[in-house]
């Protein structure tokens, strides 16, 4: 494992950065813009060029010119979808993405433990702790944290907006409940070039790394840089068989009840109807297949250190309050 602290870094000066942010997750972008400017200028970075996504272009676009522009590494500053624009376009480049959440819940986030925190994502920026992450694909699209066919992409489109602004991470228990009573789909997963596995399953899971909405660890031994994609296949039955998985997660003692973990590195999922299906967070055209294969080792992140570690939110309460004193420094200034 490779945890390459140094690697797309120029010396010791400030490195040249680009932010791309949808204006829509962020209440107040000239306050925003000041806090982001004012800290990597107290950290010794020159100023950051800004690129605003757009309905058309959530992120991809804007991101390749960063790079083009010379970007070293590229702010993400959104919700799922312009993370995932993001990692789309960096994938495959050494210039390393580091998040900035602005939406409700966002997955990478939430596995690097910086929750909505702008001083802590800065701060790990700034600090060059980095990991070069395995990333999946699925058709022209690349996802950092899962892909899914079923109820959690269900989930996400049963959550409102409005109740994510209002009470964050847990609306999405609320999108959950809708669903819970819906009858399970019949999947054929094909795994690698084993022979297909046949479930009726509520929903099934492709996963680089482990952690759901809240920080919950749905996969233990997922690991981002391991080059395998772990494939969770979710069988509940009754409103029993949840409660005994939501016990299971909180708990995370032995295995996880109506749960099935396999590893591959080509995963192929068909269902016998049309699916909803999402890709880190951020939902995508219902269909009845979802391919997804690895990527290895193809996108740097910048992740609190130690950056070695298999769990990608160490030191992140530490960065946090590290970066507290950054913004503080910069706003004195």
């Known amino acids: 494992m490779d945890s390459g602290q140094d690697k797309p870094t120029a010396g010791a000066a400030g490195l040249r950065s680009a932010v791309v942010v949808n204006p829509v997750k962020v209440a107040d972008l000239d306050e925003f813009r000041?806090?982001?400017?004012?800290?990597?200028?107290?950290?010794?970075?020159?100023?950051?060029?800004?690129?605003?996504?757009?309905?058309e272009d959530p992120g991809r676009g804007q991101t390749e010119q960063a790079v083009r522009d010379g970007a070293e590494v590229v702010f993400a500053c959104g919700g799922d979808g312009t993370v995932m624009a993001c990692v789309t376009a960096l994938a495959g480049t050494d210039v390393a993405?580091?998040?900035l959440p602005q939406g409700t819940g966002n997955l990478l986030?939430?596995?690097?433990?910086?929750?909505n925190d702008l001083a802590a994502g800065l701060e790990v920026a700034v600090e060059r702790g980095r990991r070069r992450l395995d990333v999946g694909v699925v058709d022209d699209?690349?996802?950092?944290?899962?892909?899914?066919?079923?109820?959690?992409?269900?989930?996400?489109?049963?959550?409102?907006?409005?109740?994510?602004a209002r009470i964050g991470w847990p609306a999405y228990i609320v999108?959950?409940?809708?669903?819970?009573?819906?009858?399970?789909?019949?999947?054929?997963?094909?795994?690698?070039?084993?022979?297909?596995?046949?479930?009726?399953?509520?929903?099934?899971?492709?996963?680089?790394?482990?952690?759901?909405?809240?920080?919950?660890?749905?996969?233990?031994?997922?690991?981002?840089?391991d080059g395998w994609l772990d494939v969770a296949v979710l069988t509940p039955r009754t409103l029993g068989h949840?409660?005994?998985?939501?016990?299971?997660?909180?708990?995370r003692r032995g295995s996880v009840p109506r749960m099935e973990v396999f590893k591959g590195r080509k995963v192929e999922i068909t269902s016998n109807r049309a699916q909803p299906r999402q890709l880190d967070g951020d939902l995508i055209e219902p269909g009845r297949s979802l391919k997804?294969?690895?990527?290895?080792?193809?996108?740097?992140?910048?992740?609190?250190?130690?950056?070695?570690?298999?769990d990608l939110s160490m030191d992140a309460e530490?960065?946090?309050e590290r970066g507290e004193r950054l913004v503080e420094e910069a706003r004195r200034e």
């Open 242 to 251: 949840w409660l005994a998985m939501g016990w299971a997660l909180v708990r």
């Open 292 to 310: 997804a294969e690895i990527k290895p080792e193809s996108l740097w992140l910048c992740v609190p250190r130690p950056a070695q570690h298999p």
């Open 141 to 164: 699209q690349c996802f950092a944290v899962m892909a899914g066919m079923g109820f959690d992409a269900q989930m996400l489109d049963s959550t409102s907006e409005t109740t994510k």
């Open 97 to 99: 993405l580091a998040v």
């Open 34 to 55: 000041r806090t982001v400017d004012g800290a990597l200028t107290a950290a010794g970075w020159p100023a950051p060029s800004w690129h605003e996504t757009t309905v």
């Open 175 to 225: 999108g959950a409940a809708k669903h819970l009573r819906d009858r399970p789909m019949r999947v054929s997963i094909r795994i690698d070039d084993q022979p297909p596995l046949r479930r009726r399953a509520r929903s099934v899971l492709i996963a680089n790394v482990g952690r759901l909405q809240g920080g919950v660890r749905l996969l233990t031994d997922a690991e981002p840089d």
């Open 318 to 320: 530490a960065a946090a």
């Open 109 to 115: 986030a939430a596995n690097l433990g910086l929750s």
